[in-house]
């Protein structure tokens, strides 16, 4: 058990739906943060949020929507996505300054997301 | 463009013998690296880490060196273990003023031959 939690493991959805993505922690950590990772690429960063407020969205489409109602909770609400999008979405939370440079972030173990 | 580099996609060694994972980096303001394992269908966890006040960190059989006039860092598991076998991200930090962000690499696929 890593402390961050994520729901569903594998998701199979069409271009037409919507679907969310689930992450939870209970490592008492204030930034959670979504990543993307497609084959051959590095993880990519797609939101930041701290202490419930967003603070980085690095140019992702608007089908993906965050939402952070809680410093435990982080959602990702997919609408319309297109084959492309198929990924692993990660999760991860931190806890402030030093510590985080020094241990970095505690992922979740991902949603493996394949549109069709 | 792609601020961290791991150029070799994979990696095979024998039991034994020691791993050598390369990264290189261009900007000159990270100060702070790391080094992940991932195992399938798990998400990465935490391996080593180094400042860039230091050029070496040891922790049993991991041992980070950080080169920064080269902006090149490397991971050393001497002996490798087959349990070893993984895809190594290398991450670097770049302190912000919303906080800390990590870049990552594209990963390696190492493979130790039992």
């Known amino acids: 058990e890593t402390g961050v939690t994520q729901t569903p493991r594998h998701l199979v959805m069409g271009m037409t739906n919507k679907k969310s993505l689930k992450c939870e922690q209970h490592l008492g950590h204030n930034a959670m943060y979504w990543y993307k990772q497609s084959a051959k690429k590095p993880l990519e960063l797609m939101f930041v949020y701290n202490f419930k407020e967003q603070t980085e969205n690095n140019s992702v489409p608007s089908r993906f929507s965050p939402e952070c109602p809680n410093s435990s909770h982080l959602f990702l609400h997919l609408h319309t996505l297109q084959p492309e999008d198929s990924a692993l979405y990660l999760c991860?939370?931190?806890?402030?300054?030093?510590?985080?440079?020094?241990?970095?972030?505690?992922f979740g173990s991902g949603t493996r997301l394949t549109v069709v | 463009d792609q601020q961290v580099k791991q150029n070799s996609p994979s990696l095979s060694v024998q039991e034994g013998r020691i791993s050598i994972l390369n990264c290189d980096y261009t900007n000159s303001m990270f100060d702070y690296f790391l080094w992940y394992k991932k195992y399938p269908a798990e998400g990465p966890t935490f391996l080593i880490s180094i400042s860039s006040i230091k050029d070496k960190n040891e922790d049993g059989r991991f041992t980070v060196f950080l080169n920064k006039s080269a902006k090149h860092l490397s991971l050393h598991i001497v002996p490798s273990q087959p349990g070893d076998s993984a895809v190594y991200f290398c991450a670097a930090s770049e302190r912000k003023v919303t906080g800390n962000q990590f870049y990552f690499g594209t990963g390696t696929s190492l493979t130790v031959i039992p």
């Open positions: 991860a939370s931190s806890g402030a300054g030093r510590t985080t440079l020094s241990y970095g972030y505690t």
